[in-house]
């Protein structure tokens, strides 16, 4: 399978290192930046024109560049007809950016596709929403440095904390406008349960964390849920490194006969 990448960060590398070490039958073919200078020992076509970048022949997209870029670009591939698999999902917080990928899809004959990220349990989530979903909550922890790199601590708040301690309380919807680098795990779920709104969010710092802790909290028709994952980061940045493992997932589904 030809693949592209929108973006090749940290989070692109990795995936891609995870491809080759599944050994998958996985042919990059573009990659779509905004300076290749940071790129220029690349062993395939590095471009920062989206026309260029569609020209290489991807069979699948995946967006790893942020939510700016997600809104910039993703619609007018899916209305091309080109299937996208994204890390961004935060973008999806803007009514008018989801309303328009919805759009071009439908064109393109394609869908857009969101994997679970550093979440446990978002399979159950959508199940229990058929069956009725009335609450649910998102709490992450992560060390207060990850809440000084996303503007919500002070360095000198951040040493000053001796116990957890919250940052921010509100909708998915507010996580993901003030933490687009924190909180697309926040879209995905609401995207998968009861909504921007609706979803409740609650970010933590926490002096004596060493990575990242996702839980979710769900109750309605169905019953209860309760799931906790403890991730760890990639060295020098605040994302969990099973990111990059559930988009190297999403890829592999894409070409394999059996999907789980």
Not at 87 to 99: I, P, Y
Not at 121 to 126: H, N, R, S, T
Request: glycine residues 10%; hydrophobic residues 50%; proline residues 4%.
């Amino acid at each position: 399978m030809k693949i592209g990448l929108i973006g090749c960060g940290v989070i692109g590398r990795a995936l891609l290192s995870h491809l080759a070490a599944a050994g998958a039958d996985v042919k990059v073919v573009g990659v779509l930046v905004t300076d290749p200078a940071k790129h220029a020992l690349a062993a395939w076509k590095i471009t920062t024109d989206a026309a260029e970048f569609l020209a290489t022949g991807p069979e699948l997209i995946v967006e790893c560049a942020g939510q700016h870029a997600f809104a910039a670009l993703v619609p007018g591939m899916l209305e091309a007809g080109y299937e996208v698999v994204a890390a961004s999902a935060g973008a999806l917080a803007d009514d008018s950016v989801r309303v328009a990928v919805d759009a071009a899809a439908r064109v393109g004959g394609v869908r857009l596709y969101i994997p679970a990220g550093a979440l446990a349990g978002v399979d159950a989530l959508a199940g229990a929403k058929q069956v009725g979903l009335s609450a649910v909550r998102y709490v992450r922890t992560a060390p207060p440095a990850t809440w000084v790199w996303a503007g919500a601590l002070s360095e000198d708040a951040a040493r000053a904390l001796t116990a957890p301690t919250v940052v921010f309380e509100g909708s998915a919807r507010e996580a993901v406008k003030r933490f687009p680098k924190n909180a697309n795990v926040a879209a995905t779920l609401a995207l998968a349960g009861i909504g921007f709104e609706r979803t409740r969010v609650q970010l933590i710092a926490d002096p004596a964390a060493t990575g990242n802790t996702h839980a979710i909290e769900a109750e309605g028709a169905f019953g209860t849920l309760r799931t906790s994952m403890g991730t760890e980061v990639i060295p020098g940045t605040s994302t969990s490194r099973i990111v990059a493992g559930s988009l190297a997932h999403a890829v592999l589904s894409r070409a394999s006969c059996i999907v789980v």
